[in-house]
């Protein structure tokens, strides 16, 4: 049997005016080599690209690209728009896989990500962070320098690997009982929130 590779979702939830849209993909520890370049990429993404055209040009409320351990995620809230949204999600990848940011973009994403990285950080929350499978000392001195050292083709790269439409991935829309037919005819599960089963 062949394993789809989408697993997509809508929830109804009466009388919002509003969507909210995400998409997350499969991504790797924190010490992974490719963490560093896919926390940039994140970063790229959310100010250069996902700004743009989900906050400036659709009206959202607010959007943005997280990466975490073991994920990479889109995502928009309070957003007048849902399908158009997700047709984001899809050009933000091809935008990031195909180089069509600019040099000076990539060096603003590392200092983004060096800037919260550098922070201060308080003897108990680097003990519990470090006890909850964060990073110690020397992986976050690894993480840093693959910041630092990341290259115009390796984000390309990971955005190629990871952000593939045959990659898998997860998509949910919150939204109006209005939009229940349109996303149950693009085959997504429909759940209506609150409802007991």
Partial sequence: ???????????????????????SFRGVP?????????????????????????REKGGAYG??????????????????????????????AVWAAEGRFEDQHLT???????????????????????FLGGMDLEQRRAFRAG????????????AARYLSPDSLQGNVVVGSETETDKFRDLGYMVDQFGATN
């Fill in 1 to 23: 049997a062949e394993v789809s590779t989408q697993s997509t979702g809508f929830i109804e939830v009466q009388n919002l005016g509003v969507n909210f849209c995400s998409r």
């Fill in 30 to 54: 924190l010490t992974h080599p490719d963490s560093p370049k896919l926390t940039i990429l994140a970063a790229l993404l959310s100010s250069k690209f996902l700004h743009r055209e989900i």
């Fill in 63 to 92: 959007s943005g690209c997280v990466s975490s351990s073991q994920a990479e995620s889109f995502f928009s809230y309070r957003d007048p728009n849902n399908t158009g949204t997700m047709e984001v999600f899809d050009r933000a």
């Fill in 108 to 130: 603003e994403a590392q200092i983004s990500v060096m800037g919260k990285q550098d922070t201060p950080i308080a003897p108990g929350s680097r003990a519990i962070g470090h």
């Fill in 147 to 158: 910041v630092l050292s990341a290259t115009r083709s390796e984000i390309m790269d990971v």
